[in-house]
């Protein structure tokens, strides 16, 4: 993979932005500004709107109050953002295959595929697995299938949204490493999940949603040492937030 | 019964008549499949992929007409096709081609049908990753119909097995004209009440033959899907 030019969908800004569904509030009134660097965790309890978010600011779903720019941009195509899904669907085909379309997506030249995919598959650990129908591979397995063809974007953001919430600590290690590579190589990461163990050792900086709010968000050595807010406090000690 | 014994002997002697008539009932089934695949796959995969208004009633009715009695659809062509029909005028009935488009109409609707569920089944689940890959309407679809191509193999064969197997459709628009219009089924339908034993049984046989046969490719197209996409 290369060093990545700057991108254009940075900074990502969140301005005021909530997102109703009927009479339901999902996301309320969120100011969040994403710049490059270390990657960015979301964490909170299931239901705060961790989801909701990512696939707000991937431009999966529009918000229907405030506004979301990419680069200053309202609309931006998303041609360097790219998401791995909490359950990802492996497409029908082969490991190699589904990387491959991924790359075909993205505007990879047929010629160049090839390699790029055996690079890609190197990267996530699945040498040797790329014949293999890829909805026979295990959950970790298909996870790193899910991030090979994401980072086959060759994204300048990577959305992962609780990448390990249904892995053991071994398939946990492997994918947090292969977050962190890629982190290290420019590209700007923002995750959730529900592990605060897993957001200590990755985030750069932390945000922490509840009901749909954003409650606390900043360096995440200043989070943990010195959180601002009851919920922050309460979060980090391990209690409920209800 | 020395029926069996003629029977067999029709069939393994490679009789000319027999073979004309499972000749002409495997292009005439071939054929409608062709035909009921190229209007239900689009049109399963366009009801699959799109939102209208009373798109559920489409698909109760959709799903109903897999169903349809093949008589009914044999009178139904036959009303069309009659000459005093809206389409009497092509002068089609007791044709081999009355045939096909009888049993087109009689198989587009399951084509579609289960072209409709295989393919929203898909899309329900690739939905996101396509939108995250940014994949447009044409990319789309040719991906669902590609990655469903073994199951939409199983539909047409489904269509094929329930074309070569029906009488009610053909033999009311065909009429059973020998060396015309005359197929396995309308044969075994007729020539039962005749007294042609052996040629009724060396048919069925045949036909039995067949619809093995379809049930062995569909199963083999279940396992080569099972073995490319998991
Ligand atoms: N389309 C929707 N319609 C109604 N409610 C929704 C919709 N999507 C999500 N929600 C609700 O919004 C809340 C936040 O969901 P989500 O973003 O998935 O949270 P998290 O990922 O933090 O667990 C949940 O209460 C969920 O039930
Ligand atoms: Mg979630």
């Known amino acids: 993979m290369s060093m990545h030019a700057p991108s254009h969908d940075l900074p990502l800004m969140f301005v005021e932005a909530g997102i109703l569904a009927g009479e339901v509030t999902i996301l309320d009134n969120i100011s969040l500004t994403l710049n490059a660097g270390a990657p960015t965790v979301l964490i909170g309890p299931n239901g705060a709107g961790k989801t909701t978010l990512l696939r707000a600011a991937m431009g999966l779903i529009p918000v229907t109050h405030g506004r979301i720019t ?14 791995v899904f909490q359950r990802p669907a492996m497409l029908r085909r082969s490991t190699e295959g589904n990387v491959h379309y991924a790359l075909a997506a993205a505007g990879v030249p047929h010629g160049q595929r090839y390699d790029r995919a055996a690079e890609l598959l190197t990267l996530v650990g699945l040498d040797g697995f790329g014949s293999r129908p890829a909805r ?9 299938v899910a991030l090979a063809r994401a980072l086959a974007r060759d994204p300048a953001v990577l959305f992962l949204d609780e990448p390990t919430a249904s892995l053991d600590p071994h398939a946990t290690k492997a994918i947090e490493d292969i977050v ?34 954003l409650i606390e968000s900043g360096p995440a050595a200043q989070f943990f040492a010195d959180p601002r807010t009851e919920e922050a406090s309460k979060f980090i000690a391990g209690e409920l937030l209800i | 019964m020395t029926g069996d014994v003629s029977a067999l002997q029709l069939v393994l002697s490679g009789d000319p008549g027999l073979f ?3 000749r002409l009932s495997l292009l005439i089934s071939l ?35 897999m169903g349809l ?6 009178l139904a062509v036959f009303l069309a096709l009659s000459r005093s029909g809206p389409l009497g005028s092509w002068g089609l009935l007791f044709t081999p081609q009355a045939m096909v488009i009888a049993q087109t109409v009689l198989v587009a609707p399951i084509i579609a049908a289960l072209t409709r569920q295989t393919i929203e089944d898909l899309w329900v689940e690739y939905r996101d990753e396509l939108a995250a890959m940014n994949i447009g309407p044409a990319g789309r679809v040719a991906t669902l119909v590609w990655d469903a191509r073994f199951s939409l193999v199983t539909a047409l064969l489904a269509g094929f097995g329930r074309a070569a197997a029906e009488v009610g459709a053909i033999i009311v628009v065909g009429g059973n004209i020998e060396g015309f219009t005359r197929t396995m089924t309308t044969a075994i339908a007729l020539e039962t009440s005749k007294g042609d034993l ?12 067949i619809v093995i046969l379809i049930n062995a490719l569909a199963w083999a197209a279940r396992r080569a899907g099972e073995r490319t996409a998991g």
């Open chain 1, 136 to 144: 026979r591979l295990s959950g970790g397995e298909q996870q790193r």
């Open chain 1, 180 to 213: 962190s590579n890629v982190a290290a190589r420019g590209v700007k990461v923002v995750m959730s999940t529900h592990d605060l163990g897993q957001a200590k050792r990755l985030a750069g900086d932390l945000v922490l949603l509840h009901r749909g709010r």
């Open chain 2, 69 to 74: 009695p093949p008589v009914v659809v044999g």
């Open chain 2, 198 to 209: 052996p040629l009724a049984i060396g048919l069925g046989i045949v036909l039995i033959f």
């Open chain 1, 70 to 83: 990419w680069g200053g941009n309202e609309t931006a195509a998303p041609a360097r953002r790219a998401f």
């Open chain 2, 31 to 65: 054929s409608a499949v062709l035909f009921a695949g190229l209007i239900g796959v689009p049109v399963g995969a366009f009801i699959a992929l799109t939102l209208f208004p009373g798109r559920e009633g489409v698909i109760v009715v959709l799903n109903a007409l």
């Open chain 2, 20 to 22: 004309a008539i499972v």
